[in-house]
């Protein structure tokens, strides 16, 4: 055999073609039985290479996301949600918002898939290259809040600044406290024109003010989110009870005027 063939692991390896070093003999055989001329089996191997790089930068991406769960576009039930438009999704997911550094807010009462849109969006983004972070808005204010008790605000921030895209979900579930707010103002401005940003919240955007404890304080963090923004609003029944009734836990409530 010779000398540069019986190299050729060595060589691939030595070159990171891990994916043609693993599975050169399979690959080798499936060109050959494809009758593939030099050129297009070199593109075939080549393929091969990209799809396995491909998928460990997605798992890698996933991984380092820290989404709470596995949710995807085509496990969301649109029809029921005719509130939310299945095409604008669509084109959300394609990830020219994120490109452009701009916001995108899902707002809508509890349990009518906020939360499934946005993970699904994360992981979109993660396929097209992006880097993607995922943390509820109480958990990344304690965070902030730590890193200030111990001198290390300006690292922390440095670091959620960097991911192309962050996701801050449940945003006014619980009010801020003076603080928490003032860290997550520092937060938002800091990703200002540099990051996008995707938030879920069940507060319309009048009612921040309450969620912030300041209003001056929510118009200057609203001010620098709308600035480049989507704003998507959610109505309609929340998955979970919509799944108790159907199993008979609870009953739909009666249609105003008819007799109870």
């Known amino acids: 055999m010779n000398v540069a063939v019986q190299a050729l692991p060595a060589m691939l390896s030595r070159l990171k073609l891990t994916a043609l070093r693993d599975q050169l003999d399979s690959l080798l055989d499936e060109a050959s039985r494809q009758e593939l001329n030099l ?3 070199l593109a075939f191997l080549c393929q091969a290479e990209i ?11 996933t991984s380092i996301a820290k989404f709470p769960c596995v949710r995807t576009l085509q496990d969301f039930e649109f029809q029921a949600q005719p509130s939310v438009d299945p095409k604008q999704i669509r084109e959300l997911a ?5 490109a452009s ?5 899902l707002q809508g009462p509890p349990g009518v898939g906020k939360t499934h849109l946005a993970i699904a969006l994360g992981r979109e983004a993660i396929q097209r290259g992006y880097s993607v972070l995922f943390s509820t808005a109480v958990s990344l204010v304690a965070v902030l809040a730590k890193a200030q008790t111990e001198g290390r605000l300006e690292e922390r921030l440095t670091q959620y600044a960097k991911p192309k895209l962050l996701i801050v979900d449940e945003l006014g579930y619980l009010p801020l406290e003076k603080n928490a707010a003032h860290l ?6 800091r990703r200002y024109g540099r990051g996008a940003m995707l938030l879920t919240t069940n507060r319309s955007i009048e009612e921040w003010g309450e969620v ?11 001010d620098r989110l709308l600035h480049h923004s989507h704003v998507i609003t959610i109505h309609g029944e929340s998955y979970r009870l919509r799944e108790k009734r159907r199993s008979g836990l609870m009953k739909k409530a009666p249609e105003e005027g008819k007799k109870q």
Request: aromatic share 10%; net charge positive.
């Open 94 to 98: 394609l990830g020219r918002w994120i």
């Open 184 to 189: 997550f103002f520092q937060l938002v401005s």
């Open 101 to 105: 550094g701009d916001s995108l807010l």
């Open 212 to 222: 912030f404890g300041d209003t001056v304080l929510a118009t200057a963090i609203l």
């Open 51 to 61: 799809a396995r790089k491909d998928q460990r930068r997605i798992a890698m991406g």
């Open 39 to 41: 050129r297009e089996a």
